[in-house]
């Protein structure tokens, strides 16, 4: 049976590419012992996006593989020359994903590519030719690249189909999916034989479109009861609902009323999306007894249409996938000319502020722009110290450390980095 972690939740890691080191260089020119600086900088790094992609329909490619890290820049090097850029990398993911991290979300997927970052990448350490001034006209120092970001992403998928199988428990919903597509869901004779979604490709005139059959809705479901809750969200984007109904059940007009009060107690505008009603196991003498009463309730309640079917028999089947297939042809072509505003997510920009925490031994100053600062400086170097300890000023640090009581020889952390204080 499939897992459903493997089907509509994943969490992935995801690193950005660092930015290439600048370098330390001089010209070398002959007559010329020691020229100029001519340090080249180092190249940005990858970036991390996702891109929607029509033509998945899970998250089980993320059951494997959950590290996803981006080029690294290259190098400066002598002579001006700039390191290359990282190549960006870029993950592909079904249309209706959504994207968290654990400030919130980050972006909602829903156009075929649709790219979204959600790392960006590390710029490129600055070589020794920009540090060149009227009284140190030869730099020993260089600027390392800037760390890409990273993060943990939870990634969810709200639908996994273009057409959603609905219906109560035992309504044959699974064999149904099996006679449209060339899926082979486990099925059986008793109620909640499917626990994940079942995917399925049905094929009209060439045309592919993916029918999902949703795990049995009971009474309650809105609610959480049995696995209502679970997979409810697969319904809410799915383009055209198909109300599975079980014919030979005693009451097949009160088991639809059912299904769809259920949904629409979990939200109001699943009852209106376009729908069709499979009145399923016409094979059965019980079925044909009630197709007329059925037929004659629904028609007086101006309810969707309805095709009569037996997925045991495939009876109905051919003309109830033409009509899906008409139907999301015409939703499409809406869709289409539809001006719809496209959610835009952008990831939030370091405002430069910092905290500071008193240690036992020391304190912990923590501010992205400061951890960065120290992440680029190469802390070999004395002017690089020195460099550091400008740009630590200008972020205000130095400032907040003396308000906060810093003595010499305490241990300031600044990221992964100890420094003390002279």
Avoid at 26 to 41: A, H, I, M, T
Avoid at 55 to 63: K, P, Q, S, V
Wanted: charged share 25%.
């Amino acid at each position: 049976m499939p897992d459903r972690a493997l089907i509509d939740e994943a969490r992935i890691f995801v690193k950005a590419g660092d930015g290439g080191n600048g370098i330390v260089s001089f010209r070398r020119e002959k007559y010329v012992p020691l020229g100029g600086p001519d340090g080249g900088d180092g190249g940005r790094g990858g970036d991390v996006l996702l891109r929607g992609n029509r033509g998945l329909n899970t998250l089980a490619a993320f059951a494997h593989q959950t590290r996803f890290p981006a080029e690294r820049g290259g190098n400066g090097r002598g002579a001006r020359q700039h390191g290359k850029r990282g190549q960006d990398l870029t993950i592909e993911v079904p249309l209706g994903t959504l994207v968290a991290d654990d400030r919130g979300a980050l972006a909602d997927i829903t156009h075929d590519g649709q790219d979204v970052v959600v790392a960006r990448a590390g710029k490129g350490g600055l070589g020794n030719v920009h540090f060149a001034t009227a009284t140190n006209r030869a730099p020993r120092m260089a600027r390392k690249g800037e760390p890409g970001e990273e993060r943990w992403l939870d990634l969810e998928l709200k639908s996994i189909g273009d057409v959603g199988l609905v219906g109560e428990p035992n309504a044959g919903k699974s064999s149904l999916l099996a006679a449209l597509s060339a899926a082979h869901p486990e099925v059986g004779a008793y109620p909640f034989t499917t626990l994940a979604p079942n995917l399925g490709v049905a094929t009209v005139d060439d045309v592919p479109f993916v029918v999902v059959d949703i795990p049995g809705l009971i009474e309650g479901a809105h609610a959480g009861q049995g696995l209502g809750l679970r997979f409810l969200r697969h319904v809410e984007r799915a383009r055209l609902l198909v109300y599975v109904v079980d014919g030979s059940a005693p009451e097949p007009v009160e088991s639809y009323h059912t299904v769809r009060q259920e949904l629409d107690m979990y939200s109001s505008s699943l009852v209106e999306k376009p729908s069709l009603v499979a009145l399923n196991k016409m094979d059965l003498p019980a079925a044909q007894e009630r197709r007329g009463a059925f037929f004659g309730q629904l028609q007086r309640e101006g309810g969707p249409a309805i095709y009569a079917v037996s997925a045991l028999t495939g009876e109905g089947v051919e003309e109830l996938s033409r009509a899906m297939r008409s139907r999301l042809d015409a939703l499409r072509h809406e869709e289409s000319r539809s001006e719809a505003a496209v959610r835009i997510y952008r990831l939030p920009r370091d405002d430069g502020g910092h905290t500071i925490e008193r240690e036992k031994d020391g304190y912990r100053i923590q501010g992205s722009a400061a951890e960065r600062a120290v992440a680029m400086t190469d802390l070999e170097s004395d002017e690089g110290v020195a460099d550091l300890q400008r740009q630590l000023e200008r972020l205000g640090v130095l400032q907040s450390l003396e308000r906060a009581g810093v003595k010499a020889g305490d241990t300031v952390r600044i990221g992964a980095f100890e420094l003390e204080w002279a």
